[in-house]
């Protein structure tokens, strides 16, 4: 096993990209050195690491730089063979693949519009039930049916990606005063959440509900008091952009 | 190594590069394929049901199972027919990790640019996605140094998963080259770039299915009538 200090990890707290790579390193019983990144102000390591993005996570292996966090875990995955994460068979591992281009490409999105629109909300939540029934849909009577996890009888890419930042669910459902995963319309999702939740490795990764729930607020205030009370959608600004990035689809990574 | 008739379809549309990164790793692996060419304009019942999320092509079936996402069916396409022809990731996890770090740039940051010439309104907003393009063809061009270690392309000595990502484009790229009255892939800016591009085109795999400049310019004009 490579000592610790070959491997390391420039991410963010409340990121929740960063915690899909340290939750897929705590499956693979890896240890690794991390580094705690101010997302509005970069080290030099961040931006020496990853120029073009200049976003966590980044993972370094003996110094050499991975990025984006769907990448970082598949190279981690393909490194270290050991408690594997995707599947083996080339199907399974295009339709892993396909479902969190969708995480990414779609529902990511729509929960950050949830968060961030004001008059929009309503369209956004809308967003977010459709993306969320293709997935119930999915784990009910498609490719993933009958499973503990999309991974099967254990975590696997897909439930490390989709659940690192399922989380942030709940966190709005209260924030914003909206119901996004309602147990009666959505049931094998919401078990599948509770499920993976209540995993070690997982409550050892992701931060204690309270501390996403006041940075939350944190921002949500800073937002309003941008627009002044008035609900529209917040103009963009280096720092609220930065931090709902960070908070929501991930600073890219 | 061919396919039982019916084993591989490929649901498409001649004019998308995204079709195309599925039929250029098809053929670099001697694959057998039926091309299900879609309706311009309608969406068939089989694209619907393969690919229901997205409604869109390319939708890859293999034993009438869908695969959908370009890049996901090259990178299915090379795990499936492992055994024939040239590998089209490299083996080494890092430098796979390189590949799809920049199919990943290319999507994410070359192809809005490059479109964007195509869309702007205006003299400046052309100019601005012109900008733009080039900027990113240069950090392509310091990739295909670091990658291609000499040889002719990303994946050295044959086409790999960034010569896919990026060659898909060239169809367009050349369009828009004639309808901007600009090089993109110019021979001062990027001259590794601009060498590797007419061999990309050029190569067995890419030449029967890469659609052809004069059909892409018609299709264009066509889609602005519209």
């Given at each position: 096993m490579d000592p610790p200090s070959s491997l390391k990890l420039l991410g963010s707290w409340a990121d929740s990209h960063t915690h899909r790579v340290q939750l897929a390193l705590k499956l693979k019983g890896l240890e690794f050195e991390y580094q705690e990144e101010d997302v509005i102000n970069p080290s030099p390591a961040l931006l020496l690491h990853n120029?073009?993005?200049?976003?966590?996570p980044v993972f370094l292996h003996s110094d050499r730089p991975v990025v984006e966090s769907v990448v970082i875990l598949q190279y981690i995955d393909e490194t270290w063979?050991?408690?594997?994460?995707?599947?083996?068979?080339p199907f399974e591992r295009a339709d892993a693949r396909f479902w969190c281009h969708f995480a990414e490409d779609k529902l990511a999105p729509a929960v950050g519009a949830v968060f961030s629109s004001g008059e929009g909300q309503k369209a956004a939540v809308d967003q977010v039930h459709d993306n969320l029934k293709l997935l119930e849909r999915e784990l009910r009577d498609g490719a993933f049916k009958g499973q503990r996890f999309f991974g099967g009888d254990k975590i696997g890419l897909l439930d490390i990606v989709l659940g690192c930042g399922s989380y942030w669910l709940a966190v709005f459902e209260e924030v914003m005063e909206v119901k996004l995963v309602d147990p009666g319309t959505f049931p094998v999702f919401h078990a599948w959440l509770k499920d993976f939740e209540e995993q070690n490795e997982v409550k050892e990764t992701i931060p204690a509900i309270d501390k996403l729930l006041e940075y939350a607020r944190g921002i949500r205030q800073m937002m309003l008091r941008l627009s002044n009370g008035?609900?529209?959608t917040v103009p963009a600004t280096a720092g609220t952009t930065g931090a709902i990035n960070v908070a929501v689809d991930g600073s890219s990574g | 190594m061919a396919a039982a008739a019916g084993e591989v379809r490929l649901i498409g549309g001649w004019p998308s590069p995204f079709v195309l990164r599925a039929r250029v790793a098809l053929n670099l692996k001697g694959v057998e394929y039926e091309f299900l060419q879609e309706k311009f304009g309608e969406k068939s019942e089989l694209l619907l049901r393969s690919n229901?999320?997205?409604?869109?092509?390319p939708v890859l079936l293999h034993h009438d199972k869908p695969v959908c996402e370009s890049m996901i069916i090259v990178e299915y396409v090379d795990a499936a027919w492992a055994?024939?022809?040239?590998?089209?990731?490299?083996?080494?996890p890092y430098e796979r990790a390189l590949h799809r770090f920049w199919a990943v740039y290319i999507d994410d940051k070359w192809f809005p640019s490059m479109f964007g010439i195509a869309k702007a309104q205006t003299e400046e907003a052309k100019a601005e996605s012109v900008e733009q393009a080039w900027a990113a063809l240069k950090l392509l061009e310091e990739a295909f140094e670091k990658l291609s270690k000499g040889k002719a392309f990303f994946g050295g000595g044959t086409i790999g998963y960034v010569d896919i990502a990026l060659g898909a484009y060239l169809g367009w790229a050349k369009v828009i080259e004639q309808m901007a009255g600009l090089?993109?892939?110019d021979e001062e800016k990027t001259p590794l770039l601009a060498v590797w591009a007419e061999r990309f085109c050029a190569h067995e795999a890419v030449k029967e299915v890469m659609p052809e400049t004069e059909k892409l310019m018609e299709f264009a004009k066509m889609l602005r009538g519209k």
């Amino acid at each position: 096993m490579d000592p610790p200090s070959s491997l390391k990890l420039l991410g963010s707290w409340a990121d929740s990209h960063t915690h899909r790579v340290q939750l897929a390193l705590k499956l693979k019983g890896l240890e690794f050195e991390y580094q705690e990144e101010d997302v509005i102000n970069p080290s030099p390591a961040l931006l020496l690491h990853n120029p073009i993005y200049k976003k966590v996570p980044v993972f370094l292996h003996s110094d050499r730089p991975v990025v984006e966090s769907v990448v970082i875990l598949q190279y981690i995955d393909e490194t270290w063979a050991d408690n594997p994460i995707m599947p083996s068979d080339p199907f399974e591992r295009a339709d892993a693949r396909f479902w969190c281009h969708f995480a990414e490409d779609k529902l990511a999105p729509a929960v950050g519009a949830v968060f961030s629109s004001g008059e929009g909300q309503k369209a956004a939540v809308d967003q977010v039930h459709d993306n969320l029934k293709l997935l119930e849909r999915e784990l009910r009577d498609g490719a993933f049916k009958g499973q503990r996890f999309f991974g099967g009888d254990k975590i696997g890419l897909l439930d490390i990606v989709l659940g690192c930042g399922s989380y942030w669910l709940a966190v709005f459902e209260e924030v914003m005063e909206v119901k996004l995963v309602d147990p009666g319309t959505f049931p094998v999702f919401h078990a599948w959440l509770k499920d993976f939740e209540e995993q070690n490795e997982v409550k050892e990764t992701i931060p204690a509900i309270d501390k996403l729930l006041e940075y939350a607020r944190g921002i949500r205030q800073m937002m309003l008091r941008l627009s002044n009370g008035t609900s529209t959608t917040v103009p963009a600004t280096a720092g609220t952009t930065g931090a709902i990035n960070v908070a929501v689809d991930g600073s890219s990574g | 190594m061919a396919a039982a008739a019916g084993e591989v379809r490929l649901i498409g549309g001649w004019p998308s590069p995204f079709v195309l990164r599925a039929r250029v790793a098809l053929n670099l692996k001697g694959v057998e394929y039926e091309f299900l060419q879609e309706k311009f304009g309608e969406k068939s019942e089989l694209l619907l049901r393969s690919n229901p999320v997205y409604k869109k092509v390319p939708v890859l079936l293999h034993h009438d199972k869908p695969v959908c996402e370009s890049m996901i069916i090259v990178e299915y396409v090379d795990a499936a027919w492992a055994k024939s022809g040239q590998a089209i990731l490299p083996a080494d996890p890092y430098e796979r990790a390189l590949h799809r770090f920049w199919a990943v740039y290319i999507d994410d940051k070359w192809f809005p640019s490059m479109f964007g010439i195509a869309k702007a309104q205006t003299e400046e907003a052309k100019a601005e996605s012109v900008e733009q393009a080039w900027a990113a063809l240069k950090l392509l061009e310091e990739a295909f140094e670091k990658l291609s270690k000499g040889k002719a392309f990303f994946g050295g000595g044959t086409i790999g998963y960034v010569d896919i990502a990026l060659g898909a484009y060239l169809g367009w790229a050349k369009v828009i080259e004639q309808m901007a009255g600009l090089k993109l892939f110019d021979e001062e800016k990027t001259p590794l770039l601009a060498v590797w591009a007419e061999r990309f085109c050029a190569h067995e795999a890419v030449k029967e299915v890469m659609p052809e400049t004069e059909k892409l310019m018609e299709f264009a004009k066509m889609l602005r009538g519209k």
